[in-house]
């Protein structure tokens, strides 16, 4: 049937991309947030060298800086990124050119450290620039920083802080939260076993057929595949079927007949969240398209 040719075409470019990957593959890692939480401090606290300029002063990293490193047979190319500030912050040209370097860093990374300051804790830039990372189809790993300054830490106290960050974060509920010291280095040393597993779960393909089988038994309406696509419930969108159109960062297209408004945003999140709890796309976004057979395209 269609999902089957489909899914072929898609595997036959997936292999030829994969192929002129195949050799040399490297995974692009960002380390990005604001200014002075640590970013440099945490990179050089992997590397296990000082190869990029740590300062108290903030501002101190204007351009992204790439080193590579080889851990048993898996390359990395770490991208340590200037400070994101709002964009009224941003005065200075030097500045504003240092802002679109690290989003354009963002652009070519395959795995972003959302490096956050525990003794401040989660502000509206951290989630500006969380934003910025999911909107260039990273996959995200928050890493609290600084947690050596936290006194008078108790069994929950990570825990607690965790919610706050989920609370903050919501948008951002699938992405790992890790606590580190660069200072101490206190776990820095799980950060790349967890961006290999991102790195894995962001080239992930599920064949059509299998996807199938998912949505029938996992999320199709227990009525059938008609949704309400209105307030009135009166138009009704028929959910056909579902397949994979890409990968880093997967991307799904639900193919629907009927309706012209759409499925609703709710709709799109629980096949997300049942894709998430079947497949375990770890800490990546995940890129939800309807095709509707009268020519509407939603995106979210």
Same mark, same amino acid.
Request: charged share 30%; hydrophobic share 40%; glycine share 4%.
């Given at each position: 049937n269609i999902g089957d040719l489909l899914d072929e075409i898609f595997n036959l470019?997936?292999?030829?991309?994969?192929?002129?990957?195949?050799?040399?593959e490297e995974i692009k890692l960002a380390v990005i947030g604001r200014p002075n939480v640590g970013k440099s401090s945490i990179i050089n606290k992997i590397l296990g060298?000082?190869?990029?300029?740590?300062?108290?002063i903030s501002g101190t990293t204007r351009d992204s800086v790439n080193t590579r490193l080889i851990v048993g047979d898996r390359k990395f190319l770490l991208i340590d990124t200037s400070g994101i500030r709002r964009k009224g912050k941003t005065k200075?040209?030097?500045?504003?050119?240092?802002?679109?370097?690290?989003?354009?860093?963002?652009?070519? #990374?395959?795995? =972003?450290?959302? *490096? /956050?300051?525990?003794?401040e804790g989660v502000?509206?830039?951290? #989630?500006?620039? =969380?934003?910025? *990372? /999911?909107?260039?189809?990273?996959?995200?790993?928050?890493?609290?920083?600084?947690?050596?300054?936290?006194?008078n830490k108790e069994t929950g106290?990570?825990?607690?802080?965790?919610?706050?960050?989920?609370n903050k974060l919501k948008f951002l509920d699938w992405a790992p939260v890790l606590t580190i010291s660069a200072l101490t280095g206190q776990r820095v040393m799980r950060i790349l076993p967890l961006v290999e597993q991102a790195n894995r779960a962001r080239n992930l393909r599920i064949?059509?057929?299998?996807?199938?089988?998912?949505?029938?038994?996992g999320i199709m309406h227990?009525?059938?595949?008609?949704?309400?696509?209105?307030?009135?419930g009166k138009k009704r969108i028929s959910v056909k079927y579902i397949t994979q159109a890409g990968i880093r960062p997967p991307i799904f297209i639900l193919f629907t007949s009927g309706g012209?408004?759409?499925?609703?945003?709710?709709?799109l999140r629980h096949v997300e969240n049942r894709l998430r709890d079947e497949f375990d796309f770890f800490a990546t976004p995940i890129k939800m398209v309807e095709k509707n057979k009268s020519g509407f395209r939603n995106k979210k």
């Open positions: 470019i997936d292999f030829a991309d994969e192929e002129l990957r195949e050799e040399g060298e000082e190869r990029v300029i740590v300062s108290p200075e040209m030097a500045e504003k050119l240092s802002v679109l370097m690290a989003r354009k860093s963002l652009e070519q #990374a395959d795995v =972003a450290i959302l *490096a /956050i300051d525990a003794k502000t509206n830039i951290d #989630a500006s620039i =969380a934003k910025y *990372a /999911i909107a260039s189809g990273c996959s995200v790993i928050v890493v609290t920083n600084k947690w050596d300054l936290i006194r106290t990570a825990n607690i802080f965790e919610r706050k960050i989920r064949p059509t057929s299998q996807l199938n089988n998912f949505f029938k038994d227990p009525k059938g595949s008609e949704i309400s696509s209105g307030k009135s012209n408004r759409g499925l609703h945003f709710s709709y």
